[in-house]
């Protein structure tokens, strides 16, 4: 079976120095908050170009962290995108505000800009687009909505370790940026992490003081605050991996651009779409079919691996069944949520792999009957 993502894989070429760095930190006797955690917070800073990178428990808690820090809670809404993991609407959820969903853009699946200003109102505190998939959202024109609403921004950049918009990287396109090093993220570790970036100083100074139970001071506490730290044996990991983020990242665009160029000729699928001002990094390849279950069932059958993203959109999910959505009120997301279809991308995809996918796919096509 040709899996959809293999995390293991890329670590396998550098696994001798990720053994050294993590027995570095066995060794060491420092497992919270050392110097493992306050290197990778420079490093990703001077990287992103932002004034303060915070490390934290993983990418759900970076934005739960960021909208806490920002001062969101109950009675404020946030406008976001219902065509996301669950944890984008969830950590809105989870500070006493309100998600509000708008529909998408039916060609990248992320929020449409166009979308955005009928939903504001006077409790509307900020917007929160995904880079879903690794593509850039289109910062420009949600931007502009933030500065004349007077709203903050806040990326939900899970899924966009190293993309780059008009080329700036993302995480310093809004006033706060969310990452999360799940082990199937481009940049991931062996277990949970994620990290805020920003270049507002008192979200910063708050966001610090929130992961580690509102306190500055140890034992002592101006807020009631959170249990979220990076380990170090993660940040030692991760300062492993942030040396190769670059290439693998540019693997996974060249397997993708191969997949474009050989499967552009099958009329029954739809490839993802780029805008020219945002560069993909591909966390997912997700291609559109109308019969998926059909796609998927042929597929599996074949050997390959295949990921539905997302198979329910967040204003159909049960736990927000109290916000009184219906079926029809985001019918791009909806749509997307019935016919998108991840096939394996990852960056140590073997060619020999590839090419059997891209011919399992092409041969589909003289099966005249199905594809009738
Ligand atoms: C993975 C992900 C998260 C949550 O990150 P965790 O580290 O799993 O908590 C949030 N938003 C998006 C878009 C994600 O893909």
């Keep these: 079976m040709i899996p959809i993502t293999d995390p293991k894989s890329q670590l396998e070429p550098i696994m001798d120095d990720i053994v050294r ?35 934290v428990g993983n990418g759900t808690d970076a934005l739960v962290l960021t909208l806490d820090a920002f001062g969101i809670g109950p009675g404020d809404e946030v406008i976001t995108t219902p065509f996301t993991f669950f944890a984008t609407a969830e950590a809105i959820s989870r500070v006493g505000a309100t998600p509000v969903f708008v529909d998408v853009e039916q060609t990248t699946g992320n929020i449409h800009p166009s979308n955005i200003e009928e939903a504001i109102t006077s409790a509307t505190k900020a917007i929160l687009p995904v880079h879903l998939f690794g593509l850039p959202a289109n910062m420009d024109a949600i931007q502009k909505i933030a500065d004349d609403y007077e709203l903050f921004v806040i990326e939900d950049a899970c899924q966009a370790f190293g993309a780059t918009y008009k080329g700036k990287e993302v995480g310093g396109l809004g006033d706060a940026a969310c990452f999360s090093f799940f082990p199937t993220k481009n940049l991931s570790t062996v277990g949970d992490g994620g990290m805020i970036a920003t270049s507002n100083p008192e979200v910063a100074e708050k966001i610090r003081s929130l992961r580690a139970h509102g306190s500055v001071q140890k034992y002592y506490h101006e807020d009631i605050g959170y249990n979220s730290r990076l380990d170090e044996l993660h940040a030692a990991i991760l300062l492993e991996c942030l040396q190769y983020i670059d290439e693998w990242n540019q693997r996974r665009m060249d397997a993708a651009h191969r997949y474009m160029k050989q499967l552009e000729d099958v009329p029954w699928i739809g490839l993802p779409e780029t805008t020219g001002e945002a560069e993909h990094v591909y966390h997912l390849f997700c291609i559109q079919s109308k019969d998926r279950t059909e796609l998927m069932r042929r597929l599996e059958k074949d050997g390959i691996q295949t990921g539905v993203y997302y198979p329910c959109c967040l204003h159909e999910q049960k736990a927000y069944a109290h916000l009184g959505h219906k079926r029809g009120d985001f019918p791009v997301a909806e749509s997307l949520s019935e016919s998108m279809l991840a096939i394996p991308l990852y960056p140590m995809l073997s060619k020999e792999d590839q090419d059997y996918v891209i011919e399992t796919i092409q041969k589909y096509e003289e099966d005249t009957q199905w594809f009738a």
Excluded at 46 to 54: G, N
């Design 21 to 55: 760095e993590v027995e570095h930190v066995l060794r060491s006797g420092r497992y919270i908050l050392g110097p493992y955690v306050k290197r990778l917070e420079e490093k990703m800073a001077e990287r992103l170009q932002v004034t303060d990178v915070i490390a």
